[in-house]
């Protein structure tokens, strides 16, 4: 099905920001990841082999290792947050084609995103698009309740008034694209050739050839996605 048939009466283009923006082969989430092994280790003093399987077994179940620890060791969660985004985005580089196919959406567009305001930020600021998202909705704007949270989804679409079916979310993780298809969004996949196998079951980033019910589109190349809603091309 031609992506225009679909999206064309869309107002509202949600993105997702770590994994979804810039390509997850810059390894910048790789450096999030291992800031939070040593966060865990620290916090719960055990070692880092110990302090990674309980990183992954919340992020699974919790949507988040932040909202695991929140739940069950009465983590301060500013404390996390500046720690595991304390990290080096000049390994980013500026993207005006990606920028370029944004702009030319019609509509308010959003950054939705499991990280702090800060941290989203500052990859705008790499991603040379600091200026060009109407709002950012962070995981403390939404009370530090995560995606894949009903919730969350809630909060964005009611702070913002989404109207669901002319509303489009576009993540690299698929369980978080789940809720939003229920509530009638439009979804978009965005996959990578990365290999995700250390990542639990479930909650991995996706991969080209990967296919859910709840994806009605995806995509590894993001520009081309969106450039080819103006042009018609892109077939499911």
């Known amino acids: 099905m031609i992506v225009v048939d679909r999206l064309k009466y869309c107002r509202n283009w949600v993105f997702d920001l770590d994994n979804t923006l810039y390509p997850p082969?810059?390894?910048?989430?790789?450096?999030?990841?291992?800031?939070?092994?040593?966060?865990?280790?620290?916090?719960?003093?055990?070692e880092p082999a110990s302090a990674r399987i309980l990183q992954k077994h919340y992020y699974l179940n919790y949507g988040t290792t932040l909202?695991?620890?929140?739940?069950?060791h009465q983590l301060s969660p500013e404390d996390f947050l500046d720690f595991v985004h304390d990290i080096d985005h000049s390994?980013?580089?500026?993207?005006?084609?990606?920028k370029q196919q944004i702009s030319a959406l019609d509509g308010k567009k959003i950054i939705f995103t499991n990280a702090s305001n800060n941290h989203a930020l500052q990859v705008l600021d790499a991603l040379g698009m600091a200026e060009l998202f109407d709002e950012i909705v962070d995981i403390e704007a939404t009370?530090?309740?995560?995606?894949?949270?009903?919730?969350?989804?809630?909060?964005?679409?009611?702070?913002?008034?989404?109207?669901?079916?002319?509303?489009?979310?576009?993540?690299?993780?698929?369980?978080?694209?789940?809720?939003?298809?229920?509530?009638?969004?439009f979804t978009v996949l965005v996959c990578s050739?990365?290999?995700?196998?250390?990542?639990?079951?479930?909650?991995?980033?996706?991969?080209?050839?990967?296919?859910?019910?709840?994806?009605?589109?995806?995509?590894?190349?993001?520009?081309?996605?969106?450039?080819?809603?103006?042009?018609?091309?892109?077939?499911?």
Do not use: C
């Open 25 to 46: 082969e810059s390894d910048l989430f790789a450096q999030i990841d291992r800031r939070m092994t040593e966060f865990v280790s620290r916090f719960l003093s055990v």
């Open 67 to 72: 909202n695991g620890l929140m739940a069950n």
């Open 91 to 98: 390994v980013l580089a500026a993207d005006y084609e990606l």
């Open 143 to 185: 009370g530090y309740v995560p995606k894949p949270h009903q919730s969350a989804y809630d909060f964005l679409v009611q702070t913002h008034d989404l109207v669901p079916d002319e509303t489009v979310l576009f993540e690299d993780l698929a369980r978080n694209l789940e809720p939003a298809k229920q509530m009638g969004f």
């Open 193 to 236: 050739q990365k290999d995700w196998g250390h990542e639990p079951e479930g909650a991995r980033p996706a991969s080209v050839g990967d296919n859910y019910e709840h994806v009605d589109f995806s995509t590894s190349n993001l520009v081309q996605f969106l450039s080819s809603i103006s042009s018609n091309e892109v077939l499911k």
